[in-house]
Antibody
Framework: QVQLVESGGALVKPGGSLRLSCEASGFSFSGYYMSWIRQSPGKGLEHISYVSGSGNDIKYADSVKGRFTISRDNARNSLYLQMNNVRAEDTAVYYC?????????WGQGTVVTVSS | DVVMTQSPLSLPVTLGQPASISCRSSQGLVYSNGITYLNWFQQRPGQSPRRLIYQVSNRDSGVPDRFSGSGSGTDFTLEISGVEAEDVALYYCMQGTHWPFTFGQGTRLEI
């Protein structure tokens, strides 16, 4: 069965960096687009980035463009989100999900808190 | 960005009675391939979102047939034919046609 397990969430200071990971299993990882979505009380659900199976097609929401980088390692069945120069408004639960337009499977989420 | 507007935001229902949630988009959602990427998700308390309906009206595997989706253009609806206790949750519509893909504000279904 499809499983997505996020990790790497933590308490981080404004301006700091963090790397989130998502380990996938139960499907042919390299054949699927993958996404990061976040959920905060203030902004609801926000689809912040996706990447194609090959890594050649990448999109970012304006709110994270230039600060966050999505990447994947198909040999390790893993998706990543490098978060730099974080802000208080990046505080959220971060989910990885399979595909971009359809989001058919989600992980359990990892919590990122940005606070001094 | 495409704005997804759900109504109502809170939906009190009686067990066994039907429920309906509306979702309106600020732009049409037909993609260049002819597919309308309008999905519905359920989020139970303390859980991740779970997809119920994709491409307007296709029910996911394992989703009870009391859930159905319909609509076209900019107006879409999620219907529950007879609410059960396990349906207490937040429900979100989401468009996957125009980047950035966007979600509605959520509708809280309560008994």
């Amino acid at each position: 069965q499809v499983q997505l397990v996020e990790s790497g969430g933590a308490l981080v200071k404004p301006g700091g960096s963090l790397r989130l990971s998502c380990e996938a299993s139960g499907f042919s990882f390299s054949g699927y687009y993958m996404s990061w979505i976040r959920q905060s009380p203030g902004k609801g659900l926000e689809h912040i980035s996706y990447v194609s199976g090959s890594g050649n097609d990448i999109k970012y929401a304006d709110s994270v463009k230039g600060r966050f980088t999505i990447s994947r390692d198909n040999a390790r069945n893993s998706l990543y989100l490098q978060m730099n120069n974080v802000r208080a408004e990046d505080t959220a639960v971060y989910y990885c999900a399979r595909t971009a337009r359809l989001l058919e499977y989600w992980g359990q989420g990892t919590v990122v808190t940005v606070s001094s | 960005d495409v704005v997804m507007t759900q109504s109502p935001l809170s939906l009190p229902v009686t067990l066994g009675q039907p429920a309906s949630i509306s979702c309106r988009s600020s732009q049409g959602l037909v993609y260049s391939n002819g597919i309308t990427y309008l999905n519905w998700f359920q989020q139970r308390p303390g859980q991740s979102p779970r997809r119920l309906i994709y491409q307007v009206s296709n029910r996911d595997s394992g989703v009870p047939d009391r859930f159905s989706g319909s609509g076209s253009g900019t107006d879409f609806t999620l219907e529950i034919s007879g609410v059960e206790a396990e349906d207490v949750a937040l429900y979100y519509c989401m468009q996957g046609t125009h980047w950035p893909f966007t979600f509605g504000q959520g509708t809280r279904l309560e008994i």
